[in-house]
């Protein structure tokens, strides 16, 4: 079980790292597009589904990785968890109160290009520590 866990964290750390550095830079990037992508889906009644399925994957990833941070106990993975946790819970309170979270994208268009580089630069960030935490999870795993 042992072995499987720190298999689990290897892939998961590098899938999403890889995932958050590239989207991030991706955001970097394409700034201006990604501000008009915001005010466009702003006038839907409904968030954009493809928000609602990363949250439902990142969710039933996390899950076992909630668990298998047990196996051996790990305090690293346990609170990566519990903060995957709060990410999803706090994007899911965004999608949920939709109609006021479209309402603040519109009011805040003049700040937006800011705040899209803000959080690609975040986004760079955690998967450079991501890339990190597996660097530790490996060296930790490794036959002495």
Do not use: H
């Amino acid at each position: 079980m042992e072995n499987f866990s720190a298999q689990w964290f290897t892939a998961y750390y590098i899938s999403l790292g890889a995932l958050l550095l590239s989207y991030g830079g991706y955001l970097l990037l394409k700034t201006d597009a990604i501000k008009d992508y915001l005010l466009n889906v702003s006038e839907n009644n409904s968030p954009p589904p493809v928000w609602r399925k990363v949250l439902k994957y990142l969710l039933l990833f996390t899950i076992p990785g909630f668990i298998l941070s047990f196996f051996p106990f790990s305090w690293i993975e346990l609170l990566f968890m519990i903060w995957s946790f709060f990410i999803i819970f706090m994007a899911g309170q965004l999608l949920v109160m939709w109609p006021q979270t479209s309402k603040a994208i519109v009011e805040s268009a003049n700040e937006l290009s800011k705040k899209i580089r803000y959080v690609a630069a975040n986004m760079i960030t955690i998967g450079l520590i991501l890339f990190m935490l597996c660097y530790l999870l490996i060296e930790r795993n490794q036959p002495a």
